[in-house]
C-alpha cells in the first residue's frame, strides 16, 4: 500500500525550526557554504576568473535554505542574490544571517515560495543560478518548466550549478522506487518523511538541459558504495554553461 503523501513544506520547516547541523531535526543541516558549491565556483575562477564572481553580477539560489550559499557569494565576491524556499523558518534564518563583516546588510533576498511555476527575473539577468538537491521535489511538468525559466533567466555565458539524487547504481534508490512508488515513473514516496522524490538518471539529465547548457564537468558521488548502514545515497552535480 502506497503511504500518504504530505506537502514538503511542513517537513522543511520542522527541520529548520529543529536546529542547525541535526539538532532536532532528520537531516544534518549546516550554516556552512557546501562544499559542492565551493568546488564549483573554483572551476568558474579557473575558467574565467572573477568574470561571474563579482559585485556587477546576480545569483539565483533555488531552495535556498538557510541562505547559506549564497551568502558565501556575497561575502566572498560581493555578489548581490536572490534566493527561494518553501519553509519560513529557513528563509528568516537566512534574512537574519545576512549581514557582513561590519553588520551591514547583504544585497540578498528572499522570497518564500515554492520553485515551481514562473520565475520573476528578468530574461538574461542571473549571471549564476543554482539548484541544489530542489528540483527533486517536483513533478515532470513541474520540473520542465523549471529548465526553460533557468535557462530564460540566465544570461549567455552564464552557469548552472545543478545537484539532485542519481539513480545509476544506486541500489537504495532502486529498491525505493520499488518498494514506495509514486504516481510517476522514477518517483517514490519516502517512507520517512512522506514527501514525493523524482531520482534521475544521468541520460535524463543531459537531455533535459541539452537544448540550453553545455556541460562541462560531471560529478558522482560514490558514498552509495559503502557497506555501511549509514551510507549516503548517489548524487550528481552538473556545471552548465548557457549557450549563446
Known amino acids: 500500500m502506497k503511504k500518504k503523501q504530505r506537502s514538503s513544506q511542513g517537513f522543511w520547516d520542522k527541520e529548520y525550526t529543529g536546529g ?10 549546516s550554516d556552512e557554504p557546501s562544499e559542492d558549491l565551493q568546488k564549483f565556483v573554483r572551476f568558474l575562477e579557473r575558467e ?43 528563509i528568516a ?44 521535489f517536483l513533478n515532470n511538468v513541474e520540473r520542465i518548466k523549471l529548465v526553460e525559466e533557468i535557462a530564460r533567466i540566465t544570461q549567455p555565458g552564464g552557469w548552472l550549478f545543478f545537484k539532485t539524487f542519481l539513480l ?5 534508490a532502486k529498491r525505493l522506487l520499488e518498494e514506495h512508488p509514486a504516481d510517476e515513473a522514477g518517483t517514490y514516496i519516502h517512507p520517512s518523511i512522506h514527501v514525493a522524490e523524482h531520482v534521475f538518471r544521468e541520460e535524463e539529465i543531459e537531455a533535459l538541459f541539452a537544448p540550453y547548457f553545455k ?22 552535480s552538473i556545471y552548465g554553461e548557457r549557450l549563446y
Request: glycine residues 12%; charged residues 25%.
Open 20 to 29: 542547525i547541523k541535526g539538532k532536532g531535526g532528520y537531516l544534518a543541516l
Open 48 to 90: 574565467s576568473g572573477r568574470e561571474f564572481l563579482n559585485p556587477l553580477r546576480s545569483v539565483v539560489d533555488l531552495g535556498c535554505g538557510n541562505g547559506r550559499n549564497i551568502i558565501y557569494l556575497s561575502k566572498e565576491f560581493g555578489m548581490k542574490g536572490a534566493g527561494f524556499d518553501i519553509a519560513q523558518s529557513a
Open 93 to 136: 534564518q537566512a534574512k537574519k544571517a545576512s549581514v557582513g563583516v561590519d553588520g551591514s546588510p547583504l544585497p540578498l533576498s528572499y522570497t518564500v515560495r515554492s520553485i515551481a511555476g514562473d520565475l520573476p527575473f528578468e530574461d538574461e539577468s542571473q549571471a549564476i543560478v543554482l539548484d541544489m538537491m530542489v528540483s527533486h
Open 168 to 172: 545509476d547504481e544506486d541500489k537504495h
Open 215 to 236: 556541460i562541462h564537468k560531471i560529478h558522482k558521488s560514490h558514498g552509495h558504495l559503502k557497506k555501511s548502514k549509514g551510507a549516503k545515497r548517489r548524487s550528481i
